[in-house]
Nanobody, 124 residues
Framework: EVQLVESGGGSVQAGGSLRLSCAVS???????MGWFRQAPGKEREGVVV????????KYADSVKGRFTISQDYGEKMVYLQMNSLKPEDTGTYYC??????????????????WGQGTQVTVSS
């Protein structure tokens, strides 16, 4: 099991930017790291995933061109740079991990390890 701790959430106006960080307890190349979000009254949805070994990524259509995931092996960190934020991006953002061997999937039900979440609020 991998321990994950998110940080960096906050409140921002539409069009603004935020950078989320996820500290990972150990780095495993066969893992995929993902960012997910959940708005009030809605199901948790995948935002983006990245392969720890290959750095290949898969983004949800709703965030393509606005969000960028990155990872730092040495620091055991995963980042989510969010630009051009919209009110519909509001929600609790979670970092998650799974053993994936490079197979990218945005379905949260496939991820067993989760952080506690960080709140992102975008006002219009």
């Amino acid at each position: 099991e991998v321990q994950l701790v998110e940080s960096g959430g906050g409140s921002v106006q539409a069009g603004g930017s935020l950078r989320l960080s996820c500290a990972v307890s150990e780095w495993i190349e066969s893992y995929c790291m993902g960012w997910f979000r959940q708005a009030p009254g809605k199901e948790r949805e995948g935002v983006v995933v990245i392969s720890s070994g290959t750095a290949r990524t898969k983004y949800a259509d709703s965030v393509k061109g606005r969000f960028t995931i990155s990872q730092d092996y040495g620091e055991k960190m995963v980042y989510l740079q969010m630009n051009s934020l919209k009110p519909e991006d509001t929600g609790t953002y979670y970092c998650a991990a799974r053993r994936c061997y490079g197979y990218l999937i945005l379905d949260p039900s496939f991820f067993p390890d989760w952080g506690q979440g960080t709140q992102v609020t975008v006002s219009s």
